[in-house]
Each structure stands twice: as structure tokens, then as C-alpha cells.
């Protein structure tokens, strides 16, 4: 049909499956990079140095340091390869629970999937923040409790997507006759449907990373999580809002913004990856 | 079908609905009592370190006089009954009874809310108009990349950068707290009241006017493609009466249930937002409570804030059956966020 309105075009020859794996490469090599300074660094790398302290970023400082000569460039690289650690961790306990809750919803009982519907309401009921917190609370104040915490309270939008495809599969022919031919729900579920939500799950375990990270930061930045000599992207910025009024503006905006940029990626790649798995949108 | 009827089963569906979130509370109860219990914290010691020199006979008296000796689930039937006559206890770290503390502390943190929740609903709706008029050039381009963006963005750390900007660098707000210091607080005028709120609702509303504006676009790219639409450009109606009679009026429900449906970040947002501009606001308190272990506040403002979210959920679901009359039949459970 002939719209009116003008349609998005790809931007010169840079179609979405290759704007994927580009997104894709350099999102691994930035991660690949981060873990692996993280893993380098010598902790005596970010230990007090009067000497330097309170520099604004220069060449030798590219993030400057802090009020106790600590390179700030270094701090945020450890701090970014913590996030991703934990984010990992939490977004894949998070994602496979997802997946085996809305699985279990979707081929149980009537009454198994109204429970399920309903826990997915009370844990999005709670606000997230204060749950995490609550969480946190109760395993004592530590990283523990935050990935705890993490991994237990992203599954819900996931669970509730995996929930609405299995429905739909279950309804296809090739499933009926599946059963005709005496196949096991069990067999059925682990050769028919999981294969096909196996798409479903690598984007939601991805999109779930951001999400994942954001939190791990936002509780560290409230104080729960670890103590505050170690250096995660949450504490940093904690920290420095005792020195922005000096006028140390570098000590807040530049690790902040390597975390932006880190979502950031994730997030393109799991939408890009979204689109191109969902027919509609596939060929734009 | 008569109006009668209408009214019945939304009656009935209401009914069902207030059963459900019933259940839920009570849920939120049993859960949040359960992991406040788990904790490995001694409430006696939090509590005695605020005293001082304390004997170990005292210390039995006291988790004795609390009950902590008694099995969790005679306590938590305990604090159940004294929660439903409206005795929330007394907070460990302001001294003070829970709920005087929440209503206090909840009308600064209401007033954050909702200057940020109407501005982030009126500047996510106007852009998202926008956006879907001028689908695919340059200013789609450009607003869309900046709201993608801002969904990556750390609330606490776009609150900094505020903070860097307009109070450090400009000085045109105050650095924090909800009015100035050393005022009396029957001085403080409304001015001053609303200059210490605009930068803390400001980054609050930047955090979600995004998914707003994005949900906008994509429902108005979806009008203005249908045939409908075509048929009013055929008629000869220009863009502007387009809008206000097909475009406004299928918009704005779904931008409209987004926002009711969005408390749950809105609160959360509020509890890193105050703490970067030392707010004192419920979100500051609930943290505050999980730092130093006041377990009678922390429990009580979960309570309320799932209460909020509910609520606000609430009124997601009933806007959508009395407005729009094909979900009244059916319509796909709570909301839909990417959360």
C-alpha cells in the first residue's frame, strides 16, 4: 500500500544483519577488554598516591584522578568488569528461570498457571528497587545478596513472553499430532517447543543485561552490595558526590558515562537481534 | 447489550480484581516478613548500639520483651494484627513512630512524584507525537536516538550530572533537601519549596519520558497507516485535523495506562533520586532502613509502596475497560513494560 508517510530506510547499504554483528564484535572485543584489564590491574594499581592527587584528565590520566591520587581510568575499568561479572551471572540464572517458569505455565495445569500469573504479579507489585533492597537486607549487606537479588527479580516480563509463545506452539498441528504418535508432554516440550523458543530466550537473556547491570549499580550506589574500597561503578559515583562541589566534576562523569555506554550496546544488540528474529520486521 | 450489564460485569470484574490484589498484599506481607526475618542482622545490637553500655542480662530482656524468642510465625501473626489496627511500630533510626514517618515523609515524595510523573507524561507524549508525524527524518532520528539513549542512563548518575551542571557549574538550584537551611518550616514559601523540587523531579522525568515518547510513535505511525487515515487525507483533511480526530484520540489511552502502570520505576526512581539530592523523601528512608537496619520502617514503607504500585496498577486496568470497549471483553494481564 501507498503510505503517505515517508518509511525508514536502511542507511547506505548498512543493513540490520550486519549492523548486528557489528554491534555484536565490538560489543565482545569491549567486554572481552574490560574482564581482561579487570583480571590484570594490580589492586596496587589503585592504591592511594598523594602525589597525583585531584588531577583533572589529562593524556597520562584520561579520566583524571581522585581526592587520594587514585587513577580514576583504572578504578572504572574494574569497576565496569565487576558489573559485567555480576551481570552475567544474574542475567543467566534470571533468563533460565524465566524460561522453565513460562514453559511450566504454559503446559501445566489451569491452576499451576493462574499460581504463576499471580507470583508474577506480586514481584512486580513490589516496587523493584525496594524488593532489591529487601533481598539484599535479608542475605546481609553483601555482593552475595545483590546477585541474589538480581537474578531472582528479572525473570517476571521474560516468563510472561515465553509463557504466550509455548501457548501459541502448543496450539500448531504438528504438536497434535506429535501426541497422536504417543510422544510424552516431556518429549514434546524438549524436542518440539524448546528449539523454538530458544530464539525468544538469547534476546530476552540479552535485552535482561542492561537491566541487570543498571540495578547491580543502582544498589551499589545506595550503599548495599560491597564495601566501599572496592571499586564498582556504584561506589565510585557514590563517593564522588562528596567532592563535586570542589569542583572535581571527572571524578562523576566519566565513569557514569563508560557505564551509559556499556548499556548501551547491550541494548542495541538485543534489540537489533529482536528485530531481525521477529518476521515482521526482519527484512527492513 | 444494556448499560445494566455493562455495569455488572465491570462490578464483577472490579470485585475479582480487589480479591486478587487482596491476596497479593497479604503476599507482600508474608514475603517481606519472611526475608526481613532471614536476615542475618541482630535487631538487639542495631538497637543497642544506639543506647550504649548495655549488660548481656538486658540484652536477653529486650529480645525477650520483642518476642524474638518466639517462632517467626507467632511473630509475624503478631506484627500482622498490629499492622491491620495501623500500628506500624516504631523506627529504630528516627525514633519515631512508622507511621507518622510515611505520612511526613510521603507527601515530599508524592510532590516529586507527580511533577515528574505529569511532566515525563506531557514531554514523553508531545515527543512521541511528534516523532510519529515526522517519521524517518532527521528529527525522528535524532529525538529516537535520544531516547534510546536515555533508557541506558543510571537515574543517580543523570541526577549528578544535573547536579554538576546547574547547581555546581550555573548555580542556578540548590545542591539538595527539600527547602533551605535554617528556616523554620512554617516560613518556607511555595517558591522555595518548588526551587529545591526541580531538579530532582527533573531527572526523574527524564528517566521515563522515553519509553513514553517511544510507545507514542509507534502507536501513531500505526493510525496514520491506516486506512482510515488514508481515507481522511482523501477527504482532504490536513494533518492538524487528522490529529485531532484520529491521532489524539487513539494515542493518548495507551499513553495514558503506560504512565498508571509505570509507579513501580517511578518509585524507584524517587529512592535514587532523593538520595542524590539528599531528599527527604520516603525512597531516601526505605534506604536509609535497609543501611542500618530498621526493620519496623523498611517493612512498613514496602508495605506502602506495593500499595502505591497496586494502586496505580489499579487504575491502569480499570482506565482501559471503561475507556476502551474491546479490551472490556479481554485484556492481557497487568502491564507490559520491559522491566
Redesign the interface.
Known sequence: ?D???????PRRGVNRRLQTMITCIVLLMVAAGILLSGEWIPSDAVTPDFSRKGLSPSLEYPFGTDWLGRDMLLRTLKGLALSLKVGTIASMVSAVLATLIGAAAATGSKWLDAAI??L???V???????LL?????????GLTGLVIGIAVTHWT?LA?LVRAEVLQIRSQPYIMVSRRLGHSTGWILLRHILPHILPQFVVGLV?MF??AI?HE??LS????GLPPDEPAI?II??E??RY??G?M?WL??FP?LA??LL??LF??LGENLRMLLDPASAHE | MTSLQTLRRLGGRSGKQLL?VA??LL??TV??FA??S????DPVQQYVLGVGNVSMEQRAAIADYWGLNDPPVQRYFLWLSALLRGDMGTSLLYRQPVAVIIRERFLNTLALMMTSWLLSGLIGFTLGCVMGLR???WLDRVLRALC??L???????LG??F??IFS??LGWFP?GLSRPIGVANADVTFGQRLHHLALPALTLSFISFASVALHTRQKL?DV??SDYV?FA?ARGENTWTIMKRHGFRNVILPALTLQFAS???L??GS??AE??FSYPGLGAA??AA??N?DVPL?LG??IF??L???SG?LIADILYGVIDPRIREERP???????
Open positions: 500500500m503510505s503517505p508517510i515517508v518509511i525508514d530506510r500469573n499471580w508474577i504479579d506480586l512486580m507489585g513490589i516496587p523493584h528497587l525496594v533492597i529487601l533481598i539484599s537486607f535479608a542475605c546481609g549487606r516480563s510472561r535485552l542492561p537491566h543498571l549499580a543502582s550506589f545506595l550503599g548495599y556504584g559515583l557514590s564522588s558526590m563535586l562541589t569542583g566534576w562523576a562523569f557514569g557505564l551509559v548499556v548501551l541494548d542495541r | 486478587r491476596t497479593l503476599a507482600t514475603v517481606a526475608l526481613v532471614l536476615s542475618p542482622v517519521r524517518g527524518r534510546l539513549m533508557s541506558s542512563v543510571p537515574t543517580f548518575w549528578l550530572v547536579l554538576l555546581v557549574a545542591i505511525i496514520l497507516e488514508l487525507r509507579f513501580s520505576e518509585f524507584g529512592v535514587l538520595n542524590v526505605v534506604s535497609g543501611l537496619s523498611l514503607v514496602t509502596s506495593t502505591f504500585v497496586f496498577n494481564h497487568g502491564q507490559s513494560n520491559r522491566d
